[in-house]
C-alpha cells in the first residue's frame, strides 16, 4: 500500500528514533566514564548517574554518522566551499525549531545550509553542541556561534554565549574584541551585552585608549564615549589624545570631527597645555572654526575666580564637569588589607578645583572604611558594656565615608562628587569592576559594596585578599546669579 508524504515522514521518524535509541542503549563499558551516585533521603533511593556516558554516546553518534538519514551541507557563501556533516533528523528538531521545519520541507537527503565564512568554520562546533550540550569557545568564535544559535533558535546556546562574552571582557586578545562584541550587540538589538561592553569600555578607557582596539571604534561609538561624565581616564588630556589618535587612523568627515572636538571637557585641561593644543595638534588645527568658541570659554574659566564667573555663564555644564580622572591632583588609591579585619583610615589631598584660579589650592580629606557598620537602630541592642558587635555576616555591611579635614570660605559655589572605583582581577588583569557615586550632598555611599562577600578569598570585590580602590573627588562648580539680559 502507498503511503502519503506525510505519513512516511512520521514512519521514518519513528525507524530513526527507534535506530537512535538502540544506539545509545546499546551496552558499553563505563569502567571510564565517572558514576555519580546522588541519595535522595525522602525516598530512601540512590541515583546512579551515568550522564557523561551518554555525553559521550552522543559524541559518537556525531562523529561516526551511525544511522544518520540526512547530510547537512554546509556551504560557504560566495564560494564554493562545501562542508559535508552527516546528522540524525530526531537530533535536530528536538534542539531547533528551525531545523524541524527545514526538515520537514526537505526534498531528498540532503539539507543544504548556506553560511558566512566565519559561520561555516565553527558550524561543526555549534552541532556537536545540539548532540552534547557542551562547546568550547575562543573569543574570535562567541559572535558567529551567536549567529548560529540565533539562526536556528537555539536558546540556550544564545544565552551562555552572551553570558560569556559578559564575564570576558577583559581577556586578551591582539586585536581586541569588545568594541566588536558592543557593535555587534547593537546589530542585533541586545541590550544588556551592548551596555556591559560600553561599562567596561567607560570604566576602563584609560587602558583602551593605549590599546590596538581603540582606532577599531566606531564613529558613533567615539562620540557615545566622549559624552559620558563616567569615564575612567588619567585626564581629559590624555582623551584629547586618543581622539587625535582615532582621528589620525579613521579620517572622519568634517561634522564627525566636530562633534567629537566638541564632546572634549577643554576646562578640565590647564591653559599651559591648551596653548600647546593650539599650537601643535593637527586635528584642532584643522577644526579651529568648530571649538574656537569653546576654548575662549575654558581660558576665561581659568583666569578668572569661579565666583565672579558663575555671575554671568553656567558653570555647571559638561565643559565644567570632571570626569573620574587617576591623576593625583583628582584622588588617590587605597589597598585595604584584610578588609573584613577592622576599620581602616587614611588622608589625601586634592586641588580645590580644575579652574586656573583654584588648582593651586589644595583640600585635605579623610577616608574611612569599616567592614561592620551596623545602623542606629540595630546597635540598641547592643549597647551594654562589654557587648561584641555582630560579625558582618549578622546584617551589617562595608560602609566607607569621605569628608573634608577642614572648611574653609574658598568652598562657597562649590559641591564636591565622590566616586570610589572598586578594582579586580579578570583573566589575570585588574580592571574597574564597580563604580559607587555619592550623592552631593552626602559623605558617603549608600550602596557600598552592599553585596559583597569580603569573607570570601574568592571575592570577585578583591585581589589577593586585598580591596583595591581609588577615591576621586569631583570639585562641580554652581551658578550663584544669574545675569540679566
Known sequence: MALSCERGDL???????????????????????????????????????????????MENLMALGNASDVSLRVQ??????????????????????????????????????????????????????????????????AIPLHQLATKYRVEGLQLGLTQFMSQHLSSESPSGHVVGWYQYAQRIGDAPLQDNCLRYLSWNLSSVLQSAEWTSVSADLLLTLLRRSDLVVQSELEL???????????????????RALEAIRYGMIPPQKLFRLQKNSPLMQKHYGAVRDLLYLAFQFHATPPVQLAKYFEVNCSIFTPRNYLSPAWGAPWVISSPTRDDRSFSFQTQLGPSGHDASKKVTWNALFSPRWFPLGARASYAEPGAMMPTLTDGGRPRIIVTPATSSPDFAGVSFQKTVMVMARQQGKVVVRHVYNFHQSTEEAGDFLAEADLQRRASEYLIDSALYLHVVVKPVYHTLIVAKK
Open 240 to 258: 584629547y589624545d586618543g581622539l587625535e589618535a582615532w582621528a589620525a587612523r579613521n579620517r572622519p568627515g568634517g561634522p564627525t570631527a566636530e
Open 76 to 141: 560557504t557563501l560566495n564560494t564554493e566551499e562545501v562542508k559535508v556533516l552527516p546528522a540524525h533528523s530526531l537530533v535536530l528538531s528536538l534542539q531547533s525549531d528551525v531545523f524541524r521545519d527545514l526538515l520537514l520541507a526537505r526534498n531528498g537527503s540532503a539539507l543544504v545550509l548556506s553560511e558566512t565564512a566565519e559561520c561555516a568554520a565553527v558550524f561543526d562546533k555549534f552541532l556537536r553542541y545540539l548532540y552534547c550540550g557542551d562547546i568550547s569557545v575562543r573569543l574570535d568564535q
Open 11 to 57: 514512519l521514518l521518524g519513528y525507524v530513526l528514533g527507534v535506530l537512535v535509541l538502540s544506539f545509545l542503549s546499546y551496552p558499553v563499558s563505563v569502567g571510564g566514564a565517572a558514576l555519580k551516585m546522588e541519595a535522595l533521603p525522602e525516598t530512601g533511593a540512590t541515583v546512579l548517574n551515568h550522564s557523561m556516558a551518554l555525553v559521550q554516546r
